[in-house]
């Protein structure tokens, strides 16, 4: 679904299947949530649009196919990509865990194609693993704000134990220093 201009409706449209680049996966929509943020994009509320724009940044699904350099994900993995499509990665915001702050990103369904379509490719390094025991319907909404709400430990808890796979910018938690409650992060899971 397009939307062509700001204030336009969104319009069915055909495109072909596209392929992942080197650093990159192509993932098949399973499911997509729909946010106010959408409909403010449509309306023509953030200046940074780049229309026509495939809308959508709440987006679950599997892996179709990977990029030549990409040995974190596999074909039929199960992923969730947010509105952060790509940061810069060098800035002190992006060294720090901080992309959300980074004066280069670029937002998925926004400046690039969301998941308002059934394939779209994503940079691997900013998709994270939806585990088994979440519907992918139901998981969907978790990549707005919670969009790192996935590579929580408590998130993995309640998730039977599953570990996130998400390589971008070697998280501070994977290295061995997770967010808990000697860093203001409270020691449970976000459902308590």
């Not at 990029?67 to 800035?91: I, M, N, P, Q, Y």
């Amino acid at each position: 679904m397009v939307c062509r201009h700001a204030g336009d409706p969104l319009i069915l449209e055909e495109r072909p299947r596209p392929s992942p680049a080197s650093d990159e996966i192509l993932i098949r929509t399973r499911a997509c949530g729909i946010c106010h943020g959408d409909l403010m994009a449509q309306a023509g509320a953030f200046p940074f649009v780049n229309f026509p724009i495939v809308l959508g940044h709440e987006i679950t699904g599997t892996v179709e196919a990977v990029g030549a350099e990409v040995s974190s994900w596999r074909k039929g993995d199960r992923v969730g990509l947010s509105v952060l499509f790509l940061t810069c990665g060098k800035c002190k915001h992006c060294r720090a865990g901080n992309e959300n702050l980074c004066a280069e990103w670029v937002w998925t369904g926004m400046m690039k194609d969301g998941g308002y379509q059934e394939y779209l490719c994503a940079k691997a390094g900013y998709v994270v693993a939806i585990p088994e025991i979440l519907d992918l319907a139901e998981a969907a909404p978790l990549l707005c704000a919670g969009c790192d709400s996935l590579q929580w430990p408590g998130a993995r808890r309640i998730c039977g134990g599953e570990e996130s796979r998400s390589d971008r910018n070697g998280r501070a938690w994977e290295s061995g220093s997770s967010p808990d409650a000697s860093n203001g992060w409270p020691d449970r899971s976000p459902i308590d």
